[in-house]
């Protein structure tokens, strides 16, 4: 059980490294990836002057909204590969991971974008061999719903 451990903690690291770190426009977005389990994501990042769509009322953009919904479906349909990969490297499943990509991404936006930090959530719907399909929110910090979208992604 400690080497299970062991790889479920590099694997994670993976994880993060990859959303976080090496994708440059996370990296302007700011995302934290504060959880990641099996039967759901959690991603957050903080207001910035730079997201403002609507300068007279301070909201944020829906072009950074649908960002992150997106790479919040990403890391999502990343979990489902990480189920199917059980067992595999951690290298051969991080070099899995580089190749998810969307192929159709849905947002509704419910509410305006008022907030000082936002947090996305992400589920997956259905996990197959080559496309998963994920169901996302977002939330700002008084947990008002603001968006949600359902994103397809190729993962195979």
Do not use: C
């Amino acid at each position: 059980m400690p080497d299970q451990k062991k790889s479920s903690d590099k694997i994670w690291k993976i994880l993060r490294e990859l959303y976080e770190r090496k994708i440059p426009f996370n990296k302007v977005l700011g995302l934290k990836i504060e959880s990641l389990k099996m039967e759901e994501v959690r991603v957050k990042f903080e207001m910035k002057d730079a997201f403002v769509g609507n300068y007279v009322h301070g909201i944020l953009h829906g072009g950074v909204i649908s960002a992150v919904l997106d790479t919040t479906g990403g890391l999502t349909a990343s979990l489902g590969v990480l189920q199917k990969m059980a067992g595999q490297t951690p290298e051969k499943i991080g070099k899995s991971l580089t190749k998810i990509g969307t192929i159709d991404l849905r947002i509704d936006y419910l509410r305006p974008g008022k907030g000082n930090y936002f947090v996305a959530t992400g589920s997956i719907m259905r996990a197959g061999r080559r496309v998963s399909v994920t169901r996302m929110e977002l939330y700002n910090d008084q947990d008002v719903l603001i968006a949600v979208g359902t994103g397809t992604y190729i993962v195979g």
